[in-house]
């Protein structure tokens, strides 16, 4: 991207990702137990550590699927897979969970600067998958509510090109004011700042907030069709794209198996959806996203990022967890750069 100034290049990360670092328990249930748990489909949800521990009980009787989860991680991770330089900052609990966060993410090839809580446990996402591939997600924070500016690695995050961050952690005031500090860090060195608004219940509780954060401070913004319409107060997902483009460098609006549409100054790039056998959608935004943003650093057109992202981003789609199975490592090998 010929926005990152020739300082950067010399740069020691290409991404830095802050988010909630949270295990993933794939659940995959039939449509009446949704019913049952009286939960909405497709919808996101912070639920208590004592009702994600009810939910559990009741679906014990059903496999479930541990696997590294978390906006911003996911992204992280897809990135890396490509060959981006990566880190990852949040905190997780003092447990086995949190070890094997930490373990499974350096294992990946992403460095970590994952803090410990003493207390509270490991975060986690019971993601409930019905057979039409819907995700419904349940999050509870655990550790990673108590991310502060003590956990920030300035030196990590002014040493990168891009911070990516996750509308997640912009709803609650501390969260809030440890991402707005690691924002101004990055803006001071030259930093490009991505976001993903993340979920449509949490734009519309906080759109006035949200649009003033994208408006002075970020460089790019990811959202799906419905958080685009959502944060754009419109009703059609190109109107969106044009209106939340007035506010940052580059939109992104990801229109799920129509394909995407990037709006970059005045030009817009349409792009191909690629057709895969579905095994689930969760995780398939993030590694699109992780596609676009190692493109920028590649100084990539953006038709070719936007073909790119969207290939991989489809790979997960048949994938069975939130990132690329192993079996699909291949397909990625040409599009790798460092």
Avoid at 29 to 57: N, T, V, Y
Avoid at 85 to 110: I, N, P, Q
């Amino acid at each position: 991207m010929k926005n990152l100034s020739k300082k950067a290049e010399q740069k020691k990360w290409d991404i830095v990702g802050m988010g909630n670092p949270l295990l993933d328990v794939v659940i995959n249930i039939e449509e009446e137990m949704l019913a049952e748990l009286k939960i909405k489909k497709g919808s996101m949800k912070l639920i208590s550590q004592s009702e994600s521990r009810k939910i559990l009980k009741k679906l014990a009787h059903l496999e479930q699927i541990l696997a590294l989860g978390g906006s911003a991680s996911n992204t992280i991770s897809g990135a890396n897979l490509l060959g981006s330089r990566t880190a990852f900052l949040g905190v997780v609990g003092k447990d086995e969970y949190g070890k094997a966060y930490e373990s499974k993410m350096e294992k990946e090839g992403t460095v970590s600067h994952l803090s410990q809580h003493a207390k509270d446990k490991t975060g986690h996402v019971i993601i409930l998958i019905t057979p039409d591939g819907e995700r419904t997600m349940l999050a509870h924070l655990g550790a990673a509510i108590n991310f502060s500016k003590a956990h920030l690695k300035k030196a990590e995050i002014a040493a990168s090109k891009i911070l990516h961050i996750e509308a997640y952690q912009l709803e609650d005031k501390n969260l809030r004011q440890t991402v707005l500090h690691a924002i101004k860090i990055a803006k001071s060195g030259q930093v490009l700042v991505s976001l993903d608004l993340a979920d449509t219940g949490l734009i519309e509780r906080n759109k006035k907030l949200f649009k003033n954060i994208v408006k002075k401070h970020v460089d790019v913004v990811f959202a799906n069709e419905q958080e685009a319409m959502a944060f754009a107060d419109e009703k059609d997902p190109i109107k969106a794209l044009h209106k939340i483009a007035t506010s940052c460098q580059i939109a992104v609006v990801k229109l799920g198996e129509k394909g995407s549409l990037i709006k970059k100054g005045q030009k817009v790039f349409q792009i191909a959806p690629h057709k895969v056998k579905m095994e689930n959608t969760n995780g398939a935004g993030d590694m699109y996203a992780g596609g676009i943003l190692h493109g920028l650093i590649n100084e990539l057109d953006l038709q070719e990022a936007g073909e790119m992202a969207s290939h991989v981003s489809a790979l997960v789609v048949a994938s069975p967890g939130a990132r690329l199975d192993k079996k699909h490592f291949g397909k990625i090998r040409k599009y790798r750069k460092r």
